[in-house]
C-alpha cells in the first residue's frame, strides 16, 4: 500500500539520533513547522517526548519535561510511542496480543532505529522494538513530508513464536499531546447527510469514533476529524492536529483523554469481531495514519493536507481532470441506446470532455430496470443496448467527447445470474436469513476467485471497448452477516475482505495506470486516503442541492483537495443553473441535468461557464485555498482559490439565507495575496443579459483586500457571484 514518490521538491528531512545520557536517546523528526520527538530511556522504553512546535535547538527537547508538573506516570509507559497491553501500561493500549503459549503479556523496548531520506523532502524513519521476553516485535514507520508538515505512521507486527499470536488489538499509531484542553471537531452523517461537523471539548475518559460498517465505512461516521489544543481553533488562529486513517474499512479511533490532563489519540483498523491469528514469520502490516499539525488554523492545517494530498497521495493528483455529463438523474433506469446517443450528443452541445454511463446498463436474464435486479451480470443488456457499449464509445468518439461508464463491481443482487451461479460468493451468514441494504448484498472478496471476477468486470470493459475513458466505481451496502463462505477463520473476514477490495484496485492500476476513477458509495460514503491512492477523485454526496453542498463541500475540504471532489449540477433543490453551476465550479465540475430542458438562457449560461471553468479550473484544482466567509457563522459564503505565484485567483460567492435584507453587508477580507501587489477584480460567470454591480474600473492593494476587503454585493438578487481576481 506505500506508494512512488512524485514531484521535485528536495528540502532535507531532519531526522537525528542524538544521544543525551549515557543510555538516553532523542531520536526527533522535524517537519518544516514541528517536530515528533521520540525518546529511548534507559530501560529501552519508546515514548513520545514532544510533539509540537518545532524547537531551534534539537538538545532542548530534552529539558521539556522538568517543565511539566503533572501527577506522576505510575507505569512508565502512559506517553509510550506504541503503547502494549498486559504489563505495566494502565490506559488504552494500540496492541493487544495472546502470545503462542496463552500468555497475555507484551511489552516492547527499543532495539534500533533506521533514517531513510526518500527525497523529494520525503524521510522514513523506522524503529524496531522487541519484547524481552516473547519472539515478538513491532516496528514502527514515521513517513514524514517536511514542507507539508505532515507525517504517516504505521506499524509491522511480526513474532517468531512456536505457533500462532492472536492479536486482538493493532492500531497503525497513538500520539500522546499535552494541552491545556482538547477539542474534538469530527464528522457524522448518513445518506445525503453527509459531514455534519461537531465541536466539544474532551473530558477525562475515551471518545471513540468508529466503524463497524465493512464496506462504505463512511457513511455515519468519516475517519477523519481535527483537534484543537487549548482552544477551539478558527480558520486562521489556534494549534490544530488533523488526523485520518488511510483505510476503506472498518476504523476505531479512540481519543483519551487520561488522569494526567495528556491526550492519547489511538487509531487504526477496528478489531471488532477481527481477532487476527498472525503466524510465526507473517508480517501484519497496518495501514498509515495520517496527521498533521499546523498553528495557524484550520485553513493552513488543510492547505498542508491538499498539498500533500495532490503531491503523494491521490493518483495522478497533479494531472488534468475530465469534465462530465452524467445521465444518472437524466434517466435513472430509463434509457435505449437512441436515449443515450442523444444524451452523448448533448454532452458535445454543453462542452464537456465526456458522457458518464451510469447504473442501468447491463443484465440480461434479470434486467437492471431498478435497483432490485442485475448486479452481479456485467453484461450490456440487450433490449437497451443491442449493438453493445462499443457502439456507445464509438458515438461519443463521433461526436468528440469521450466515454466513461459506471459499475458497482464488489455487489451482488440476489437477482442475478451471479447469485444462481456462486452463492458462495456472496456475503451472508449460512443460517439466517439475508438482509439487504438497497435489495443488495455484498460479494466476498476475501475469496481469490471472487477478486478475479471483480478484476475481470473491469478488465473486460477495457479490452473490449478500448477507449473506454472513466469509470465510476459505485459501493451501496453495507455489510450485514459478515461471514465469508471461503475463510476458515472468520475473524480475519473484515480485514481478508479490504486486502481482497485492494489487491483488485492494485492490479487494475497496475493495467490501468492512470485511467480517472471516482471512488463512489451512494453518495460519499467511502471517502478515505486509503481509498484515494487509486482513485483520481470521490463522489462527496448524492445531495447535490447547491445550497446544501455549499456546506459539505465546505467541510470535506479541509481534509480533501479540490480536484478531487465530482461536483455535479443536478436538478436538486430551488437554485438557479447559474448558482448551481458555480457551486461545482468549485472542485471537479460535472453536469447530471437534461441538456435539452434548459433554457436557452440556462444553456447559454451553461456553455459559457464551461469555458470560463477551463480557463481556472487549474487555480480550483492546484491553487491554495482560502475560506473567506464561513456558511455556519452568517448570511453568505465565500471561498477563493490562488494560484501559488499570488497572481491570479477566484472567488466564489453565495448568499446561503433568504431572509429579508440579508446579504454581503460587510467587505469579505482576502487571503494569499501579496500586500504590496495591485490587483483588479472583475466579475465572471455573469448570467446572460446581466451585468456586475461592482466597480471592475477600481485597482487595490493586496493588503487593501486583505486589511479591509472587498464586497462581492451579494443579496437576494445577486445570490451567486464569481470574481476573477488578477495582478496587474
Ligand atoms: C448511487 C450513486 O451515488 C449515484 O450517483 C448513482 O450512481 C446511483 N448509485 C446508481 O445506482
Redesign the pocket.
Known amino acids: 500500500m506505500r506508494f512512488a514518490l512524485k514531484g521535485l521538491w528536495t528540502l532535507v528531512i531532519c531526522v537525528v539520533s542524538i544521544p543525551v545520557l549515557a543510555q538516553e536517546q532523542i531520536i526527533p523528526i522535524t517537519t518544516a513547522e514541528n517536530a515528533m520527538v521520540l525518546k529511548v530511556d534507559q530501560q529501552k522504553n519508546l515514548s513520545i517526548l514532544y510533539y509540537g512546535r518545532k524547537l531551534g535547538n534539537n538538545n532542548e527537547y530534552a529539558l521539556i519535561p522538568q517543565a511539566y508538573k503533572q501527577t506522576s506516570d505510575y507505569t512508565e509507559v502512559a506517553d509510550a510511542a506504541y503503547t502494549a497491553s498486559g504489563s505495566r501500561n494502565l490506559l488504552e493500549p494500540a496492541i493487544t496480543v495472546t502470545h503462542a503459549d496463552g500468555n497475555n503479556s507484551l511489552d516492547l523496548r527499543y532495539v534500533q532505529h533506521e533514517q531513510k531520506d526518500l527525497g523529494s523532502g520525503v524521510s522514513q524513519l523506522s524503529i524496531l522494538l522487541k519484547d524481552p521476553v516473547y519472539h515478538f516485535q513491532v516496528t514502527l514507520f514515521y513517513k514524514s513530508y517536511f514542507k507539508q508538515d505532515v507525517i504517516e505512521q504505521w506499524a509491522v507486527i511480526r513474532h517468531a513464536e512456536k505457533s500462532n499470536v492472536t492479536l486482538h488489538k493493532y492500531a497503525s499509531a497513538n500520539l500522546h499531546i499535552k494541552a491545556k484542553s482538547f477539542w474534538l471537531t469530527q464528522y457524522h452523517g448518513d445518506w445525503a447527510k453527509e459531514m455534519q461537523s461537531e465541536t466539544s471539548r474532551l473530558t477525562h475518559g475515551i471518545k471513540t469514533l468508529d466503524s463497524k460498517l465493512g464496506t462504505r465505512a463512511n457513511l455515519f461516521q468519516p475517519s477523519v476529524f481535527m483537534v484543537s489544543l487549548d482552544q477551539p481553533a478558527t480558520e486562521d488562529e489556534g494549534t490544530v492536529l488533523y488526523g485520518a486513517l488511510e483505510y476503506s474499512g472498518n476504523f476505531k479511533t479512540d481519543l483519551e483523554l487520561d488522569y494526567q490532563n495528556n491526550l492519547r489519540i489511538i487509531s487504526g483498523i477496528n478489531s471488532y469481531a477481527s481477532a487476527y491469528t498472525l503466524k510465526p514469520n507473517e508480517d501484519f502490516v497496518t495501514p498509515g495514519f495520517l496527521y498533521t499539525l499546523s498553528h495557524e488554523g484550520k485553513g493552513s492545517a488543510s492547505r498542508k493536507l491538499q498539498d500533500w494530498a495532490r503531491n503523494f497521495k491521490v493518483l495522478d493528483g497533479k494531472k488534468d481532470r475530465l469534465t462530465l455529463l452524467?445521465n444518472?438523474e437524466a434517466t435513472y433506469f430509463d434509457f435505449d441506446e437512441s436515449k443515450l446517443k442523444e444524451l452523448i450528443k448533448d454532452t458535445r452541445k454543453l462542452g464537456v470532455d465526456l458522457f458518464l454511463l451510469?447504473?442501468g446498463w447491463f443484465a440480461n436474464k434479470y434486467p437492471r430496470n431498478g435497483?432490485v435486479a442485475g448486479l452481479g451480470d456485467w453484461e450490456p443488456n440487450k433490449k437497451k443496448l443491442p449493438n453493445g457499449i462499443g457502439t456507445l464509445v464509438k458515438e461519443a468518439a463521433n461526436n468528440q467527447v469521450k466515454f466513461g461508464i459506471?459499475i458497482?463491481p464488489e455487489m451482488i443482487n440476489p437477482k442475478s445470474e451471479l447469485y444462481e451461479q456462486h452463492p458462495d460468493w456472496v456475503v451472508k451468514q449460512p443460517q439466517r436469513a439475508e438482509h439487504y441494504f438497497r435489495n443488495q448484498l455484498v460479494l466476498d472478496l476475501s475469496n481469490p476467485k471472487v477478486q478475479d471476477f471483480v478484476f475481470k468486470v473491469v478488465d473486460d470493459l477495457f479490452t473490449q471497448n478500448g477507449e473506454l475513458a472513466y469509470i465510476?466505481w459505485?459501493c451501496?451496502a453495507v455489510i450485514y452477516n459478515a461471514h465469508s463462505a471461503y475463510l476458515k477463520n472468520q475473524s480475519h473476514f473484515y480485514i481478508e475482505y479490504m486486502r481482497g477490495l485492494y489487491n483488485v484496485l492494485k492490479r487494475i492500476r497496475s493495467k490501468y495506470p492512470t485511467v480517472p476513477m471516482m471512488l463512489?458509495?451512494?453518495?460519499g460514503g467511502r471517502v478515505d486516503y486509503g481509498a484515494l491512492e487509486y482513485f483520481t477523485e470521490f463522489?462527496p454526496s448524492?445531495n447535490t442541492d447547491p445550497l446544501e453542498r455549499i456546506f459539505m463541500q465546505w467541510e470535506y475540504s479541509y481534509f480533501y483537495p479540490a480536484i478531487t471532489s465530482a461536483n455535479h449540477v443536478t436538478d436538486w433543490g430551488k437554485q438557479p443553473i447559474k448558482f448551481r453551476t458555480d457551486v461545482a465550479m468549485m472542485g471537479k465540475l460535472g453536469f447530471d441535468i437534461v441538456v435539452k430542458h434548459l433554457s436557452e438562457k440556462d444553456l447559454q449560461y451553461c456553455q459559457n461557464a464551461i469555458k470560463q471553468y477551463n480557463s481556472f479550473k487549474d487555480i480550483v484544482w492546484f491553487g491554495k485555498q482560502y475560506r473567506l466567509a464561513n456558511p455556519t457563522e452568517g448570511d453568505i459564503a465565500s471561498m477563493a482559490y490562488i494560484n501559488e505565484e499570488k497572481s491570479k485567483g477566484v472567488i466564489f460567492n453565495y448568499l446561503v439565507n433568504n431572509r429579508y435584507g440579508t446579504g454581503s453587508i460587510y467587505p469579505v477580507r482576502l487571503k494569499g495575496l501579496e500586500p504590496t501587489a495591485r490587483y483588479k477584480i472583475t466579475e465572471i460567470c455573469l448570467y446572460p443579459g446581466t451585468k456586475t454591480s461592482i466597480d471592475e474600473s477600481q485597482t487595490y492593494s493586496g493588503e487593501f483586500l486583505m486589511t479591509i476587503g472587498f464586497n462581492p454585493v451579494v443579496h437576494a438578487q445577486r445570490t451567486s457571484v464569481v470574481l476573477n481576481i488578477e495582478k496587474i
Do not use: F, T
Open positions: 452524467n444518472w451510469d447504473d435497483d459506471w458497482e465510476k459505485d451501496n463512489c458509495s451512494g453518495g463522489w448524492d
